[in-house]
């Protein structure tokens, strides 16, 4: 498609009686490989370098180069970080999708576009400011062949112009993105003096939206899920790292190189306190993580749904035969290849009970980077204490977007290597067998190979608690009962649920992950615009402890909000619930690809309370599940 | 009354030792000989099965690590998955020696990717193939290396072409190829006891008559049939670094491999000048035995010097699964100066 020619319309001005301070969002819409990233990446920072909190989204395609990729920017001084529904400030740079990106804009809404688009003929709502890109470009960008990178720093300083953001902030901003490179820093600038220049003396602001300074951001950091979780692997001591490239879990991997080779080299030596292996698939990724957790080493792999499905059978093993591992599954939408580079919670409920036979496994969420980073750690712990697989569901949004956190902290809590036989025990049990419940918490004493301890034989076949082969039945029994045992153990130790509890609230709202996000920022809608008061309780982890009956219990109705079809995680709680806590259950689904919003989940819960919900936009949440931003 | 000297390999340990638990393969299973040989190996070599990992996949050879080598760790993973497991353990225990064993479906079918990468690797560690041409375990189906032409016990005749695990393995990287034949004792072991002095992949096919499902007429993988068609390429005797032993040979008719460990392995040429560590020659006689209906044995080839996996990961001397705290997690000025470059 070429640029759009429409008629020209009659252009109103929109009014601009009210201004929005510090609360709005903008939407840059381009061609994915244009090198856009960096100038949205300058354009966030310089907001939080203005101190005003700041969270930023990339909806992409997966593809390498030449289709739409929308990045969000959503500044907001309450420091709401999830997205925000509608888009208020929108940057067309993209002639395939400008049309609808205009057509879908809420009435008021302002626009920067390339001039030759033409897009101020669509509507007559809105605030429209034309820029003539490559006209600008040229003259800050002698080489031809880099104008196509250097002219989206132009939008950045035309933003900077018309919301009011220190362009000092930019430049400090893009300095740190480009790092050493002069030259790139100098002509980047060059354009974003140039976009601020025109802007100058080109506009006269007529939108609302301004970014006026705060002070609410000092000493935050801005970081992707899935850095945060490799710094946390890096914390808890991993030394073996086995992956197979997957969006969107690859830069978890990519991440833990870089820090690993800068900070866990042996000073003496020189060489690596680890070993990062590349596998030729999942299967193997996981494999290797088993072996290496069977022979003692702290080792993981990080994945996403397809690769999910693939870990399967050995995750079976390592439950039966009860070897650590640990595993980030950054989940995308499914089912197959499903959307590989939109976010989901989907892999919950399969997750749980992946592979065959009587088989469930234990679930660490994490919502934000920071506890990227802390259940991260907390993984391989739990890992090492029950001898058993650990899943980290981290989703696309928490993975790969930039967000805004406090810096994180050291780690206290000493190392848990779970329980080693040693001569010490040895001697004080007297009698060892590698599946011998000696405690009675369903979790046996292990030796790994070359610890001078007895070896075992680890199989995946029926066995004993002496580890050797059996088909007894009384011994299957012992053994899959056991295990059970174990799992009920893991309830006091994996993650409790936050849990905030509003005295007056009939209802309450269950969620977990990314959907944290909105499900904060709709509890003030909820409570602010219809008095609607709730209570939120934040699962962490599974197996559920004793806190869910009980949140339950002191409401008449739960919201479970989740970001798949199904309601996978209200599955796995009715799995284990009275009858009369099941009836009190009720689904907030989100499922369309895109991060989930508040309004979204304020519509839908107000809509299920019996409330009027207007309905001024085609629906983009709930079972309907259709996407906004173009497709 | 005096006491009997106990016999004890040189470091000490009684040959009761390296036994495993009774076997429950069937009599005269070719499988049953190699777990033979391995005790041998080991024993005679002197290693502390305390540092040994056995390892294995699916299937009747996967069962063996059982019956050998009582007193090491084992681990009995998933159909075709060894590779990645023994990969995971060798990288969290350098010091351990790994023996993996594998049949020829748990290797050419549903493990044959995993042996490919393995290969590539040149992780150290002993790969068998117990190779008899089908599947035990679930009575008797085709292998993929199952020879054109050859028959099954009910007359269907294989006309698919088998995979040379030998050629494969040579292609993409192994450092030490070699294949035997279990009823070859005296080769088995030298082969065996050269390989615990090999670091990097030693790839040994041992072809395993399967006594029950194809080792009747027609097959090719039957005691018979083998026996008569087993072609050495070369005498292979070994000699471990720590026997100081002198070989005379004349000059000529004998290539010397000094190994990593400097042991020695004298390779007495047969019929025509083999050199094991010329990979092309390697490759062309393994295609020219499989021609002629033959198994070439023997070294086929060999390259005692490359770097290993560990190596070339340079990881550090120590294993990492034991290394302290203090050098896996770096200290809280890391963490501040992360935190410090992400505002």
Redesign the interface.
Known sequence: MSPIDVAPQETTTPSTSSRVVNDFSIQVATVNGSGSQTANIVLLRSILLMGVPVSGKNMFPSNIAGLPTWYTIRASKRGYVGRKKEVDFLVAMNPETAKEDVMTLDAGAAVVYDEPLKLNALRSDLTFYPVPFDKLVAPVCPDAKLRRLVRNMIYDGVLAKLLGIDLSFMDQALARQLGKKAKAVQMNAAALKAGFDYAESTFTKQDPFHIEKMNATAGKILIEGNAAAAIGCMMAGVTVVAWYPITPSSSLCESLIGYMRKYRMDKETGKATFAIVQAEDEIASLGMVIGAGWAGARAMTATAGPGISLMSEFTGLAYYAETPAVIFDVQRVGPSTGLPTRTAQGDILSTAFLSHGDTKHILLIPNSVEEAYELAIEAFDLSEQFQTPIFVMMDLDLGMNNWMSDGFQYPTKPINRGKRLTADVLKKLGEWGRYKDVDGDGIPYRTVPGDGMPAFFTRGSGHNDKAQYSERPDDYVNNVDRLNRKFETARKFVPKPIVERDKEARIGIIGYGTSHWAITESRDQLREETNVKTSYLRMRAYPFNDDLPSFIDAHDRIYVVEQNRDGQLAMLMKLELSPERCAKLRHVLHYSGLPIDARSVTDDILAQEGFEVATKAAPVSGSHGSMTGGE | MATVPLKVNRIGLEPQIYKGGKTTLCAGCGHNAISERIIDAFYEMGIN?????K?SGIGCSSKS??YFL?????????HG?M???????????Q??IAIGVSGDGDTGAIGI??F??LMRRNLPIIYIIEDNGCYGLTKGQFSPTADLGSKLKNGVVNDLPPIDTCALAIQLGATFVARSFSGDKRQLLALLKAALSHRGTVMLDVISPCVTFNDHEGSTKSYAYVKDHDDPLEEVSFVPFFEDISVDYEPGTTQEVKMHDGSRLFLKKLDEAYDATDKIQALRTLHEASRRGEFATGIIYIEPDRDDF?KQ?????E?????P?E????P?A???E??DG??
């Open positions: 099965p305390q540092h040994v990992v390892l690590p059982a009582g007193g090491s760790h084992g681990f009995n993973a998933v998955r590779p990645s497991v023994g990969t995971g353990a060798m990288l969290a225990n010091k351990l990717g995993q490919v990468h560990l990961l340079n990881v550090v001397d294993p990492l699964a034991t290394l705290l050098r896996t997690r770096p809280k890391v963490l501040d992360i935190m992400l505002r």
